[in-house]
């Protein structure tokens, strides 16, 4: 089982500033299937990004993906109001299809 | 526009059994593959099973394997949870989410907005 880690597991930050969020896999993604989703109170989750880099229909273009192998980031480039949430990175290649324990961006 | 519905969550004692459902409509619900996943209160994404498109791979959580059984039935876009020997652990919202194509290395494009499974004596 492929194990992530997300840290960190808060980042207090003011709308405007850059959010950077990692994504650590215990073992190396395969074909960097690699997924990144907002979730906030009382919603399901959306999905922002896929295959580590790929933006999601609807997606602003201020959220992007990076990284392969083990080491992924989720970059929010400039926070706006509605980003304040709790993200999420997943793997899909290989069952079981994991989820990282999650960072939450809070207004600081 | 993508619409799934989740149904049949609720209160069950220990050891007890439930079917959840999802009505799927707004898109080919036969050529994509379809998941559960799960959060409990306060907690985070956990995810339960994979059916592909054709019904012909399935994959489960080893927390929910021979407890837990996932189907399909594209003739009337519906996925289905099997749910029995239930434990208090498995309380949690349970969200049905649309893969993004037909086999199980897919990322969630459509989630459902989820039903409460409680459970509880």
């Known amino acids: 089982e492929i194990v992530l880690t997300q840290s960190p597991g808060t980042l207090s930050l003011s709308p405007g500033e850059r959010a950077t969020l990692s994504c650590r896999a215990s073992q190396s993604v395969t074909n960097s299937y690699l997924a990144w989703y907002q979730q906030k109170p009382g919603q399901a989750p959306r999905l922002l990004i896929y295959d580590a880099s790929s933006r999601a229909a609807g997606i602003p273009d201020r959220f992007s993906g990076s990284g392969s192998g083990t080491d992924f980031t989720l970059t929010i480039s400039r926070l706006e109001p509605e980003d304040f949430a709790v993200y999420y990175c997943q793997h899909y290649g290989i069952s079981p299809l994991t989820f990282g324990g999650g960072t939450k961006v809070e207004i600081k | 526009e993508v619409q799934l519905l989740e149904s049949g969550g609720g209160l069950v004692q220990p050891g007890g059994s439930l079917r959840l459902s999802c009505a799927a409509s707004?898109?080919?619900?036969?050529?994509?593959?379809m998941s559960w996943v799960r959060q409990a209160p306060g907690k985070g994404l956990d995810w339960v099973s994979v059916?592909?498109?054709?019904?012909?791979?399935?994959y489960y959580a080893d927390s929910v394997k021979g407890r837990f059984t996932i189907s399909r039935d594209n003739s009337k876009s519906t996925l289905y949870l099997q749910m029995n020997s239930l434990r208090a652990e498995d309380t949690a919202v349970y969200y049905c989410?649309?893969?993004?194509?037909?086999?199980?290395?897919?990322?969630?494009?459509?989630w459902g907005r989820g039903t409460l499974v409680t459970v509880s004596s």
């Open positions: 059916i592909s498109a054709s019904g012909g791979s399935i």
């Open positions: 707004g898109f080919t619900f036969s050529s994509y593959a």
């Open positions: 989410a649309k893969g993004r194509t037909s086999v199980k290395s897919s990322p969630f494009d459509y």
